[in-house]
């Protein structure tokens, strides 16, 4: 019987256990979007996961809308992820970069007034937005043009090739969670009525050619895909999401991808548009390396790899509080509750590097 223990070969590497730390945006690399020598400690004592896939990473400027979240789109911003992916590769792990670019959930006060990209001009309905001025509703998104689409193309093409050169084992592309890539496959933020929009094969279409953008870079066999396709998070859902989920994992599939990232829980919303689409669910189209998350616990996780619904887990949340969750899961050590009253976003050690491992004899 399978465990999360157990080694696995993904992205032709050889992968020490099945415990994935799920990118995780903490806000750390401040006004400059640069990352710092802070996010390579912090990556450091979680490299005992088989796999870590660092926190969602802009592809451009026009991609970006989260204070303090990182880029890759500048020389400056590659060369300091090295000492990153250097210090993880020095514990022994392994680390890919998810690529990043939020669309319509970014404000133009991160644009200098101009407005940010989607598919089509529909504003996140609810909610708010944390911007360099303070909280703010979301605006009604400007609609891409063909040329808009072209050059973000080239901006996954730049970021992936920069991934390279930062010294990433691999990369993921971000296409959950209501980002760009997200909206385009989302019936309900996608309202184009060109080559990119209408049926399930059209708005399929950008996350195709971000894919085939990242191969000109990267082997298809070394780039992973992040969906969620049960979630609500900045306003997704909608009635075809079955048929629209099972097109694009039957997609994947063909193009043998690294590995396909399910945000498959229900942890954090469920749009309720259509049934959940599970791990099962995937499986039956999808015979590649399979990866859930979204609110697991241990046990849970457990379960899923030995019951082959998923061949590794991410956890999110747990890796905050515990870096190193492979230790506690190993030795049925307790682990650190989340705590959500400290620093999650932004901020400096405190609530980031500061959590020590388990010490067994102070029990």
């Keep these: 019987m399978r465990s999360l223990l157990d080694s696995i070969s993904v992205l032709g590497l050889s992968l020490k256990n099945r415990v994935v730390m799920a990118p995780l945006t903490r806000g750390r690399a401040g006004d400059s979007r640069v990352p710092n020598a802070l996010m390579a400690n912090y990556y450091a004592q979680r490299a005992s996961a088989g796999l870590i896939i660092a926190e969602a990473t802009a592809i451009s400027a026009e991609g970006y809308g989260w204070v303090g979240a990182p880029g890759i789109y500048t020389p400056e911003m590659m060369q300091a992820w090295q000492p990153i992916t250097a210090a993880v590769h020095e514990r022994g792990g392994k680390m890919v970069l998810q690529l990043w670019h939020m669309g319509r959930a970014s404000h133009s006060d991160f644009h200098e007034g101009n407005l940010p990209l989607a598919p089509s001009a529909v504003a996140i309905r609810g909610g708010e937005i944390y911007t360099p001025a303070g909280k703010k509703a979301y605006e009604v998104p400007r609609a891409m043009t063909l040329a808009d689409i072209e050059r973000t193309l080239q901006d996954y093409r730049q970021a992936a090739e920069f991934a390279l050169l930062a010294g990433f084992d691999g990369v993921e592309v971000h296409a959950a969670n209501g980002y760009l890539i997200n909206q385009f496959l989302d019936s309900t933020s996608n309202l184009r009525d060109d080559a990119y929009g209408g049926s399930v094969e059209n708005r399929y279409r950008f996350l195709a050619e971000a894919l085939a953008a990242v191969a000109s870079v990267w082997p298809m066999e070394k780039i992973g895909v992040r969906l969620s396709p049960n979630g609500v998070f900045n306003d997704m859902g909608h009635a075809e999401s079955l048929e629209t989920y099972r097109y694009v994992a039957a997609q994947l599939e063909q193009l043998k991808i690294g590995y396909l990232h399910v945000m498959d829980g229900l942890a954090f919303g469920f749009h309720q548009q259509s049934a959940p689409m599970t791990l099962q669910d995937f499986r039956s189209v999808f015979s590649g390396v399979l990866i859930g998350n ?20 991410a956890f999110g949340r747990p890796y905050i509080t515990n870096p190193d969750l492979v230790e506690r899961i190993a030795h049925r050590w307790p682990l650190n509750p989340s705590d959500d009253t400290t620093h999650w976003y932004g901020g400096a050690e405190q609530g980031y590097t ?10």
Aim: hydrophobic residues 35%; proline residues 10%; negative net charge.
């Design 294 to 313: 979204c609110g697991y616990s241990v046990e849970l996780a457990e379960q899923s790899v030995a019951n082959e619904f998923a061949d590794m887990i």
């Design 354 to 363: 500061d959590y020590p491992p388990y010490q067994p004899s102070a029990q």
